[in-house]
């Protein structure tokens, strides 16, 4: 049973290609007709739940979006038992000529079988029938291109959930090295106009597309975490939903936990006997005759090896597990009490595993071993024609053979964006290594989706989700988006990736993963004990929430996350003649973003650093004491309290802090030379000093993972050491007694080696705790990274804790992910960009309701509307840490920005003559954003002449930053002016200047309609008369705002008007403004009109001919002016606009927007263990 589907011509302007190569589509681009489907069901039919036109190609969204996602809705719901037709519902129009003359169309229905028995559908199980053609536009007739390209309107805001599945504005689509909404647009040469055509890029090389055209595109996406240490990739693929009792991995793990305990002889102490009897009762009733046990044989043992070679279909193992409960349920007391809580310990270490299968997420296998982890160490293979590489472990020696051979490197993330060229392998930088190592991963997932064609859809990755350090600047983000995407026309060094998001980063990344662990792939038991970790918020029963803090110590970096998760119940009141006994529960989850903060160079490479150093010591110590006429030369140049009368002084260089002042650390070299890079003097081959420094460095990595396991002490093999001494010249040299010398480092001295490096993170961790609500604790604390596994790192976190009265927190509530430490960035990623692509509305979960299933919709959106951290600017150079925060965390975001890009906006202030914006980091602040007038003149208005001294003494500044934290400066000279446009809706009498002023209130009533009137809300309250300032006290509002008509000159006459505070939401045909008399209480309310809710270009005062959805989180506000006219606006109301800096200086009152410049991310070369000077 299932359904075949195919495309067919759906009239003239319509028609089937010969040999079924798609359809030649006729007439007009403004009504393209699609294909119908003719849908044929095998067996007893289906019903379709769902018709969906998939987007496969960058150029099939250019259709018209709305009309393309119902074009075959009309199907959904339908019983399909014969042969059906499905045509398409109305003419799609094309936006704009396409750059491409052939569209793929991929349609895809999810259908139910029906059981030819009862004739009802089977709800369980559900299938997918997919299609594909190509509609071929070449004859189709385009629309005149307009002489002047059109003013571009922003595209409709996204509704949270609202089932659009990306951010327009997170899609890496424009030439690398510029950022959207960045720099002068330049509109691409029209018809008239004579461009050499660009040169083809080199198949496969920078700048080409990843996916040729043509070419199969995956259907799903993956998310990349490219670690500074190792890297991992998560496919999320919907090929196959399998509908099952239980995970394959939980079910796998169920087996083993079985498996273990019916083996055991011992199990259930005194009531063995019995136990043993109620497994052999149920061995002969789920065994087969041959694998049944034998009279007086152990039905236990019979079971195990049945678990244990794989006995059973899909489910055997969940029917066992319940006929053990319910045959122990029936024995005695004693047996019950004996035997319950082993088979509750099986099934709870079951549900432990993440159910990925279910959830369709796939950690992918990197190499041919299966690994799902692969080292970043990135190993080049080729430089011509084109630069490749591979990456994973040793193959080859680290930096390279000597004659120009290959060459490898470790750590190159902390280079990302600084142009930072690559010693010997000029004139590639860092930036192409990671490039490569990114191409490298994306190839390997392609080869794993390629390797299970059963499993996954084919065809190569064309949409990434990439993940980034928590605190890395914007152009670091900016900067990954261009080596991965895609410029315009193939420009740019990428990739070639079509969609790229970055709207995670590790921290909120590696806290997504969490929050699906909490649910398990269960929404019902899941909801049930997420809320029962939750508190119940103050004057509710419906609504619960948790602070959650998440850390993420990697190799590279240290992240953190501070989330409030807030679960209320939203189930709607069930419509008329709808049992609620009946009816599923729907429950919103919102996380909120508290704080976040972190370090570039702070993880478990630092401290392996740490541990190097002092092998490095240990090393030199004992060759200066055990040959010290060796190393005349050393000891002679050592100071004290290192050497005295002319005697090395032993253990004086493991005793000190290899970075406190006055260490010999040139000296240790000349002993013990691991320096290569060609900024030091080293004293033997650089070939020769890069070996010993990577064995070195492979002893502290393997120090570390023992010690940190909890191991009491750690002593290298004794081929390690031979090996060691015996390049440094000292091969037999005895020890101290005599005997073979052995460096022992014990527990005690590894936690004082480390010790600096957990309190700088602890610090972190206390400082980002300070944003959690007065009143509320730290209920849950998530560690999660390959750092963080180590005992130590607990053991730091809970001291630190409890030393800071300040914070409430629970014990109980720390938890180490021991499986998924490196795993869980990509995976929390690719699950919630999942999420927001699939998530339900409030609005549509109805009819799921009603079939009676529990929804949860994440508002992972969420999570980006407020803002993280502080911003403040710097106004002394002697100043460390700014004055104030011009911007603190926890403000809300709104889509003020460009094009509808959620920002927030501080208030104006003076300006300097330089400004300088810090982040705030919680232990110190870091250097975000600068503009320096002088330069931008200079650079960008050389024709401009600036008065500094007018400037420092006129000018005022207001920052803008937006969700990727890019920073923004709004400059006027004086009081900022609006721009008011289009005709007013509301029209108000203020009367004459010179008559009696009445007192009069506008009101807004914005009920729902056939309900009562109430007091509504007061947008302008007018006690005085607002247009003679002169007269009005302190207290009465007035026109204190000046409004300008957008494409008046300077010379314009302005309006003075006045601005209202926030309207609250209005009904879908808008508000309703009447005029109130408060000194004549009985006086009927005058009805002055009804205003529509702006568009979304309404910042502007447009208004839509019809009723428009306000947009969820969008604020509007109302303006009046002095001539009486009311108008609403998305706010904030625009600033009259000055396209240049010289215009707003010439013009009082307007506004120039500009980009601050960037910082590079900071960079400590004393941190970074493989720049050849350690």
């Known amino acids: 049973m299932g359904l075949h589907a195919r495309f067919v011509a759906s009239g003239p302007s319509c028609v089937a290609d010969a040999h079924g190569g798609g359809f030649t ?419 390997q997932a392609d080869e794993y989706l390629a390797a299970n064609p059963k499993e996954f859809h084919q065809g190569r990755l064309d949409h990434v989700v990439m993940t980034y350090p928590t605190v890395a600047p914007p152009a670091v983000r900016r900067r990954l988006r261009e080596l991965v995407g895609a410029g315009a026309g193939g420009a740019g060094d990428g990739l070639g990736v079509t969609l790229v998001d970055t709207q995670f980063d590790e921290a909120v990344a590696a806290a997504l993963f969490f929050i699906m662990r909490d649910f398990g792939g269960d929404f019902v038991a899941g909801v049930e004990a997420f809320r029962a970790r939750c508190r119940p918020l103050p004057g509710t029963d419906r609504a619960w929430q948790q602070n959650v803090l998440v850390i993420d110590i990697g190799g590279g970096t240290t992240d953190l996350a501070l989330i409030n998760l807030r679960l209320k119940d939203a189930t709607p009141d069930p419509v008329p003649g709808q049992d609620p006994r009946f009816t599923g529960r729907l429950y919103v989850l919102t996380p909120t973003l508290l704080g976040s903060t972190g370090h570039l160079q702070l993880g478990g490479d630092l401290m392996t650093l740490r541990l190097f150093r002092w092998y490095k010591a240990a090393f030199a110590d004992h060759l200066l004491t055990s040959q010290p006429e060796r190393f005349e030369h050393v000891v002679g140049s050592l100071k004290g309290p290192y050497a005295v009368d002319g005697r090395y002084v032993p253990r004086t260089l493991l005793d000190r802090d290899p970075e406190m002042e006055g260490y010999p650390a040139d000296l240790v070299d000349r002993v013990v030379p691991t320096r290569w890079s060609a900024e030091t003097v080293v004293t033997v081959s650089r070939e020769d000093a890069e070996q010993t420094f990577w064995l070195l460095w492979e002893l502290a990595e393997d120090a570390k993972f023992r010690l940190g396991a909890g191991e009491a002490a750690y002593q290298p093999l004794p081929e390690t050491l031979e090996v060691l001494l015996g390049r440094l010249g000292a091969a037999g040299a005895p020890g101290e007694a005599g005997g073979a010398w052995v460096p022992v480092l014990d527990a005690a001295t590894f936690a004082g080696l480390l010790a600096p490096d957990l309190k700088e993170i602890m610090d972190l961790v206390v400082a980002l705790t300070k944003n959690i609500v007065t009143g509320t604790e730290l209920d849950r604390i998530f560690l999660t990274g390959k750092s963080s596994r180590m005992p130590l790192v607990r053991h730091a976190l809970e001291r630190r804790l409890r030393q800071e009265r300040e914070v409430r927190w629970n014990p109980a509530g720390i938890a180490v992910e021991e499986e998924y430490g490196k795993k869980a960035t990509s995976i929390g990623a690719c699950w919630g960009h999942h999420v927001r692509r699939f998530a339900h509305t409030v609005r549509n979960a109805r009819g799921v309701l009603g079939r009676g299933r529990y929804v949860l919709r994440i508002e992972v959106d969420n999570l980006s509307y407020y803002l993280p951290c502080d911003f403040g600017p710097t106004y002394q150079l002697a100043a460390n840490d700014p004055t104030h925060a011009l911007l603190q965390v926890g403000a809300r975001l709104s889509p003020i920005g460009p094009g509808g890009t959620w920002a927030v906006r501080s208030k104006w202030q003076s300006l300097p003559a330089s400004l300088r914006i810090h982040r705030n980091i919680g232990t110190g602040w870091k250097e975000w954003g600068a503009f320096d007038p002088d330069a931008w003149v200079r650079l960008e208005e050389p024709g401009f002449r600036l008065n500094m001294a007018e400037w420092t003494r006129e000018a005022r500044f207001q920052v803008e930053v937006n969700a990727d934290l890019d920073l923004a400066v709004h400059l006027a000279r004086g009081a900022p002016q609006y721009e008011v446009d289009g005709p007013a809706p509301v029209q108000i009498d203020l009367g004459g200047a010179g008559g009696e002023w009445v007192p009069v209130e506008v009101v807004a009533d914005n009920r729902v309609a056939g309900d009562r009137p109430d007091k509504g809300v007061v947008v302008f309250s007018l006690p005085r008369d607002p247009r003679r300032p002169g007269a009005a006290g302190a207290e009465a509002p007035r026109f204190d705002q000046v409004f300008r008509v957008p494409g008046a000159g300077p010379g314009a006459r302005a309006t003075r008007g006045m601005t209202s505070g926030p309207l609250g939401p209005p009904p879908y045909d808008g508000w309703s403004f009447y005029l109130r008399y408060p000194g004549e209480p009985d006086r009927k309310w005058d009805l002055l009109g009804v205003v529509p809710v702006p568009e979304r270009s309404g910042t502007e005062g447009a208004y839509g001919t019809e009723g428009v959805e306000a947009e969820e989180g969008v604020p509007y506000v109302a303006t009046l002016d002095e001539q009486g006219r009311l108008r609403v606006h998305r706010a904030p109301v625009p600033y009259w606009r000055a396209d240049s800096l010289a215009r707003m200086w010439g013009a009082p009152g307007s506004v120039f927007r500009v980009d601050m410049s960037d910082t590079k991310a900071s960079y400590i070369a004393e941190r970074d263990p493989f720049n050849g000077g350690h």
């Open 25 to 443: 589509l006729l007439g007009p681009l403004s009504a393209v007709q699609l294909p119908d489907v003719e849908l044929r069901p095998t067996g007893g039919g289906v019903v379709v739940s769902k018709a969906e036109v998939l987007r496969t190609d960058p150029g099939l969204p250019a259709l018209d979006a709305a009309a393309l996602d119902g074009a075959f809705r009309s199907v959904e719901g339908q019983v399909v038992q014969a042969p059906t037709t499905v045509r398409a519902h109305g003419p799609v129009a094309l936006a704009g000529p396409p750059g491409v003359t052939a569209l793929p169309l991929v349609v895809r229905f999810t259908h139910h079988e029906i059981n030819p028995v009862t004739g009802r559908p089977v709800g369980t199980i559900h299938a997918t029938t997919e299609l594909a053609t190509t509609l071929r536009l070449d004859m189709a007739v385009s629309p005149p291109v307009p002489s002047a390209p059109p003013v571009s309107q922003a595209a409709p805001a996204q509704e949270s959930g609202s089932g659009q599945w990306y951010d327009a504005t997170l899609w890496s689509r424009t030439p690398a090295g510029a950022a959207p909404g960045r720099g002068p647009a330049h509109a691409a040469p029209g018809p008239s106009q004579s461009a050499p055509p660009a040169p083809a890029p080199a198949p496969g090389g920078p700048g080409a597309r990843r996916v040729p055209e043509g070419a199969v595109r995956h259907f799903g996406f993956a998310a990349v975490d490219f670690g500074t240490t190792n890297s991992t990739v998560t496919v999320h693929d919907m090929r196959q939903l399998d509908v099952r009792a239980m995970s394959r991995h939980q079910e796998a793990r169920l087996r083993e936990e079985l498996r273990e305990l019916l083996a055991d002889a011992d199990a259930c102490g005194g009531e063995r006997a019995q136990w043993r009897e109620l497994l052999t009762d149920v061995a002969r009733q789920y065994l087969t005759d041959g694998d049944a046990p034998r009279p007086g044989a152990d039905g236990g043992q019979a079971l195990a090896d049945a678990l244990e070679s794989g006995h059973g279909g899909d489910g055997w193992v969940h029917a066992l597990y319940t006929a053990l409960e319910l045959r122990v349920a029936s024995r005695d007391e004693r047996l019950r009490r004996a035997a319950t809580p082993l088979l509750h310990q099986c099934y709870h270490r079951a549900f432990d595993v993440l159910p990925l299968d279910v959830l369709r997420l796939f950690p992918v296998d990197l190499d041919q071993s299966g690994t799902t982890e692969l080292a970043s160490r990135i190993e080049v293979v080729a430089t011509d024609p084109e630069l490749r590489v591979r990456m994973g472990p040793e193959r080859i020696p680290v930096g390279g053979l000597p004659m120009g051979g290959a060459q490898s490197h470790r750590g190159v993330k902390q280079y990302l964006g600084r142009d930072h060229v690559m010693p010997g392998l000029e004139p590639f930088t860092a930036d192409d290594l990671i490039r490569e190592g990114l191409r490298y991963l994306l190839d």
